[in-house]
């Protein structure tokens, strides 16, 4: 079947600007993870799903961002008025059930703010 | 915060020779996992090792676990060219939360 999917693959915009993340979980999985990979800072955890509902929203990193799930499928990332520093490459990943289980990731988006 | 940290930061090999990197992590594990990451993309999960694992292959992959030393390590054997990517440890801090390292960035020479 098909695996995680994510939109746009590369986006640039402006800072001050809005966007938005789309990710497209494996069929079937229960749990959906974003994390974010930039420059110096690695890979870290923004925020899960189990079903709709998100219980560690620890890791976003200011009340600019958030995040959804509908349906229990497509997850949408938003950084509102983007800055600089939010540069960096957004991956989602999902799994069935948590519980430790293997994440399987998509191919990220690449957001550029200039 | 990171948990594991893998060594060393980047390796060079010729094609056709093995490949080894190690991670070590800080606090108990439920499971390891490593993964595969090519030109900045996404992350490709090879194998997952169970704490009460201590080795475990997947085709040309080798991974071990030693739970007393807190350390893991990945042999990739016979080496090819699609093999260079960047690899990555990472364990649960929840059971939802994976924690990578800074990664190991692989090349392997013609």
């Known amino acids: 079947g098909a695996g995680v999917s994510q939109s746009p693959s590369n986006k640039v915009t402006e800072k001050g600007k809005d966007v938005e993340l789309r990710c497209d979980p494996i069929?079937?999985?229960?749990?959906l993870y974003w994390y974010r990979q930039s420059l110096g800072q690695g890979l870290e955890f923004l925020i899960y799903f189990q079903g709709n509902s998100a219980p560690d929203k620890s890791g976003l990193p200011s009340d600019r961002f958030s995040a959804e799930r509908t349906g229990g499928s497509v997850s949408t990332l938003t950084i509102q008025r983007t800055q600089q520093e939010d540069s960096a490459v957004y991956l989602c990943?999902?799994?069935f059930g948590t519980g430790y289980a293997e994440q399987y990731f998509g191919p990220g988006t690449r957001l550029t703010v200039t | 915060s990171q948990q594991g940290e893998e060594d060393p930061q980047a390796l060079s090999i010729q094609e056709g020779e093995n490949a080894t990197m190690n991670c070590s992590y800080k606090?108990?594990?439920?499971?390891l996992q490593w993964y595969r990451q090519n030109s900045g993309r996404g992350l490709v999960h090879l194998i997952l090792?169970?704490?009460?694992?201590r080795e475990k292959h997947s085709g040309r992959l080798r991974v071990t676990l030693d739970t007393s030393k807190k350390s893991s390590s990945l042999l990739i054997t016979a080496s090819r060219a699609a093999d260079t990517a960047s690899y990555f440890c990472a364990t649960a801090l929840q059971s939802y939360k994976l924690s990578f390292g800074a990664g190991t960035t692989v090349t392997v020479r013609a």
């Open positions: 069929s079937g999985h229960t749990a």
């Open positions: 090792i169970r704490s009460n694992e």
């Open positions: 606090t108990s594990i439920n499971n």
């Open positions: 990943a999902s799994s």
